[in-house]
């Protein structure tokens, strides 16, 4: 490590995620989180408590004004992530965006823009990223030890934003689809698109569906459970997405030609022999960098490299045009093609 200190912003508090993630950063030693940008005051006062000292600017606008920051954290509803982004951009802020990277691919393509435009890093926080047993599960599809990946199944769910004590300036935007993209199919199968398209690249086509099963209190247009189907030639991969299961469930099954991998709460479990039962596998241990987004995102800008695996922002903005093409195939009823045009 060398000896810069990194100065770090956040915009917008909206976001629940926010206050682990401003940990992450606040505890790396190089980093330094000085200021915020947040107009509602009780979150303000909230995160005044975490971070004693902190800056604290009504509008996010004034806080590029003022700041020289070398980082910002963006925390907002999905739809506000690019016109935040662009303006950290034109500052020269590298950019930390909490996952997905935007509401719709129109946003996320102005992101990877101002990024590319304006020289300076992007990054997307997927927690996956940080789990051993995601990181094994991968390793093993990549390294062929299932053989060749035909069958990929990512599902992702809870009881509901409301119902697992999610904070209501953020689910309120969760079941805002002009906010968030969508309902549980944008909070959810976003996971499963990053990872599917990480994994086996991007599909020639994508069959979408998102509904309201439970949740009668959600707007018309939202949704409680979702599923993106992505077809290849020689595979088939589903992000699924669900806020009415109980319990939760975060795990991906991976089936191969000579076996299968599944994550399990923490575990992973592989059988490469059809007369045996799948056995637990030991979790790589992984390096100091993938400790979190914090410790990423400072190894990628000290070592002049882009962020990898499910934070590299190609890969986030191809999933959101995986997620797109389930949203068009939803409401027209038919296979989409990609890419989109």
Same mark, same amino acid.
């Given at each position: 490590? =060398?000896?810069?200190?990194? !100065? ?10 926010? %206050? ?21 005051? &009780? ?48 500052? !020269? ?6 996952? +997905? ?19 300076? @890093?992007?990054?997307? *926080? %997927?927690?996956?990223?940080? =789990? ?38 953020? %689910? ?48 018309? *247009?939202?949704?409680?459970?979702? @599923? /993106? ?13 669900? %806020?009415?299961?109980? +319990?939760?469930?975060?795990?991906? /099954? ?5 076996? !299968?991998?599944?994550?399990?709460? &923490? !575990?992973?479990? @592989? ?10 596998? +030991? ?26 695996? @499910? ?21 027209? &009823? ?8």
């Amino acid at each position: 490590m =060398s000896d810069k200190i990194y !100065k770090v912003g956040i915009a917008s508090l909206v976001h629940d995620h926010i %206050w682990s993630l401003c940990r992450n950063f606040a505890e790396h030693p190089q980093c330094q989180v000085v200021a915020v940008g947040e107009e509602d005051e &009780g979150l303000r006062t909230r995160m005044r408590g975490v971070i004693p000292g902190i800056r604290e600017y009504t509008d996010w606008h004034e806080m590029f004004e003022k700041e020289p920051l070398d980082i910002v954290v963006i925390t907002s509803e999905n739809s506000r992530t690019a016109d935040i982004a662009e303006v950290a951009a034109a500052h !020269k802020v590298n950019i930390c965006i909490e996952k +997905p990277i935007s509401a719709t691919l129109a946003q996320a393509d102005r992101i990877l823009k101002a990024a590319k435009d304006n020289g300076v @890093m992007l990054f997307v *926080n %997927w927690a996956t990223n940080w =789990s051993p047993a995601a990181q094994t599960a991968f390793r093993l599809v990549r390294e062929g030890a299932i053989g060749q990946l035909y069958d990929a199944r990512i599902h992702m769910a809870h009881r509901g934003p409301k119902e697992i004590g999610c904070e209501e300036h953020f %689910w309120k935007w969760l079941y805002t689809p002009e906010l968030n993209g969508a309902g549980a199919y944008m909070d959810y199968c976003c996971y499963g698109a990053d990872i599917i398209r990480l994994l086996l690249g991007m599909p020639k086509s994508v069959m979408g569906w998102r509904q309201t099963l439970v949740k009668d209190y959600l707007p018309a *247009n939202s949704d409680d459970n979702g @599923m /993106v189907v992505c077809f290849y030639d020689n595979a088939v991969a589903r992000a699924e997405a669900s %806020w009415c299961e109980i +319990p939760g469930y975060h795990d991906a /099954v991976f089936h191969g030609s000579k076996g !299968k991998v599944i994550t399990d709460s &923490g !575990k992973v479990l @592989m059988s490469v022999d059809p007369a045996k039962p799948l056995t637990e596998v +030991p979790l790589d241990t992984l390096p100091p960098q993938y400790k979190n987004a914090a410790w990423n995102f400072v190894y990628c800008l000290e070592n002049g490299v882009e962020p990898d695996g @499910m934070c590299n922002a190609q890969v986030s903005r191809d999933a959101q045009e995986i997620l797109e093409a389930g949203l068009i195939s939803d409401r027209e &009823g038919r296979r989409v093609t990609l890419p989109l045009a």
